[in-house]
């Protein structure tokens, strides 16, 4: 069935640079994405969203690229800090839809 | 931004008993309620969809006389999970949407989860 996988499971990273989490997906009907930060024992937190009529999306250190042509988006995060320390999940969500289809996940750790 | 609890944060139960999870938006009313279950390590897995006042929509493979849901308020949906066994440990959450459809992400609103041990 339809999916939205991600490239890797793990992400380690020196604090300070830059992170970026991909994500794939197989559904050519999803037409809106939103990238999700969960920490340990919590609910998914909102990080930013992109349509499809977009290509990119920036908020406050984040960026969000998406590529339609290939299916793929990612999650750029700038000048990674301690706090950014999470499982990062990106959900797609076709047009008039009212669910998400989430990703596998991509934990990210922060290196002092 | 808008607030989603749920109670009870965790619980231990025997086998064979019934637990309720109770979600609640706070300063805002839901029409729409989502109930995920996500095993360790893994990714958020939708089981149904809610819409108060109408019977809930599950997702393929989940059992609806097993998870009961209930969306009787505006600001209220129950899960029940009827019957539990340790197949059922997971960490279920929920989230809560003021629309009928995802119009923007920053729109649904994520509680902070309930863990369910089943012994």
């Known amino acids: 069935g339809e999916s939205v996988g991600l490239h890797l499971p793990t992400l380690s990273v020196q604090e300070g640079d830059n992170s970026i989490i991909n994500c794939a997906y197989s559904?050519?009907?999803?037409?809106?994405f939103i990238w999700y930060k969960q920490e340990s024992g919590k609910g998914p937190q909102f990080i930013i969203d992109i349509r499809s009529n977009m290509d990119k999306r920036q908020g406050q250190r984040v960026t969000v690229l998406l590529n339609k042509t290939v299916k793929h988006l990612s999650l750029q995060i700038a000048a990674t800090q301690p706090g950014d320390s999470a499982v990062y999940f990106c959900a797609e969500n076709a047009q008039g839809a009212q669910k998400l289809v989430f990703g596998q996940g991509t934990r990210l750790t922060i290196n002092p | 931004g808008a607030v989603v609890s749920q109670h009870p944060s965790w619980v231990i139960c025997k086998s064979g008993t019934s637990v309720k999870i109770e979600c609640r938006s706070l300063?805002?009313?839901?029409?729409?309620m989502f109930w995920y279950r996500q095993f360790p390590k893994q990714s958020l897995m939708l089981m149904a969809t809610?819409?108060?006042?109408?019977?809930?929509?599950?997702e393929q493979g989940v059992e609806k006389d097993k998870f009961l849901i209930n969306h009787a308020s505006l600001t209220l949906s129950t899960l029940t999970v009827t019957s539990a066994h340790p197949e059922d440990s997971s960490f279920y959450i929920c989230?809560?949407?003021?629309?009928?459809?995802?119009?923007?992400?920053?729109?649904?609103?994520f509680g902070p989860g309930t863990r369910l041990t089943v012994l």
């Open positions: 809610s819409n108060e006042g109408s019977k809930a929509t599950y």
């Open positions: 989230s809560a949407t003021p629309g009928l459809a995802l119009l923007w992400g920053n729109e649904q609103f």
């Open positions: 300063d805002f009313q839901a029409t729409t």
């Open positions: 559904n050519s009907a999803s037409d809106y």
